[in-house]
């Protein structure tokens, strides 16, 4: 109960948390710049292994309602805008909910058709794609696309057209909050000076205990940017071990948690928020149950573990 006895300041983002007895931790969340309330546990449909194809979203998304989940992360780089829309609009009345029960983020392909003046175009599709009034969230996938048109290429300029375009649809109505993803201090410092009145509201980031920029989490902090996490888990479908490593085990058992729980609570007793993604009922489960504290010590011993680093896409070389 530790954990809901305390409110939990993120700066100008508040993380609301009721003390209430029967209080899971999947009721948290953090109330944005624009008052919109969004999960500090969200569920995962990208990443390797992406969840894709109309029947089997409808099945997992089944799932994950039933399990508690309210928030949802896509892109449209996964392929799945459009059967997560599809699903939704089947499945939200099973589980007595409306499209304001939920939270959806979506994000900018990083590409060149998405990027700078197409920015507001591909927001569009996504919305369209989505096939609901408004998307929650639309970040900034990555600080620059692939291929780059050239060697060295400083995508300064185009980042800040990118998100201008983005500001003009939200303006619009197509997405409620912008963001961004991957962004190091140095691109949120250029993004927050060029100022186009809209600052980010989260920065999705790879976070886990082999990769934390602790700098990045201050900064945002002071800047009231949530920092939202992505391989909590260690992606392990990208072949990592994070989950069975000897001292992530050791607590787990230690606590009487399994390691999932115990990389995703070492996230959120950070105030990092967490979107995990499963294809097990039970994982979906276990992933939002993470009312339990882990102890300074075994916090630290976590925090140090710092191998082998990044798993995928280093920001740091994007100009
Ligand atoms: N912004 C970005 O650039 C970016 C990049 C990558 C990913 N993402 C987002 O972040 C989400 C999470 O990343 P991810 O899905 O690649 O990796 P992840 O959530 O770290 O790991 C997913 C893997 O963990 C397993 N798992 C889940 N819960 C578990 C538990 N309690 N115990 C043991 N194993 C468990 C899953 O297997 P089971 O199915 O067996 O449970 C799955 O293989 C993605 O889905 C995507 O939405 C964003």
Known sequence: ???????????????????????????????????????????????VRGIRGIENVTKILDDVLGAGYRLIDTAAA????????????ELLPKYNLTRKDIFVTSKLAASKEAFGENAYKALKQSFQRFGFD????????????????GPNTNFST????????????????????????????????????????????VNQVEWHPEYHQDELLEFCKKQGIALQAYFSLGGVE??????EKPDVKHIATKLGKTPGQVLLRW??????LVIPKSRSRKHMEQNLDLNFEIPEYDMNILSN??????????????I
């Open 134 to 149: 408004y998307i929650d969230l639309y970040l900034i996938h990555f600080p620059g696309y692939f291929p780059p048109p």
């Open 267 to 272: 996230a959120v007793q950070q105030n990092v």
């Open 1 to 47: 109960m530790h954990l809901l006895c305390k409110t939990v300041v993120l700066l100008t983002v508040v993380v609301a948390i009721r003390a209430e007895k029967n209080d899971l931790t999947r009721d948290l969340k953090v109330i944005l710049p624009s008052g919109d309330k969004m999960s500090v546990i969200g569920f995962g449909t990208g990443g």
């Open 158 to 201: 185009l980042r800040d057209e990118t998100w201008k375009q983005l500001v003009k649809g939200q303006k619009e109505g197509l997405t409620r909050n912008l963001g961004v993803s991957n962004y190091n201090i140095r691109h949120l410092t250029e993004l927050l000076n060029n100022d186009h009145g809209v600052k980010p509201a």
């Open 238 to 243: 990208n072949k990592t071990t994070l989950l």
């Open 305 to 318: 573990l710092k191998q082998p680093g990044k798993y995928i896409w280093n920001p740091d070389t994007i």
């Open 78 to 89: 996964y392929e799945n805008e459009e059967d997560i829309g599809k699903a939704l609009k």
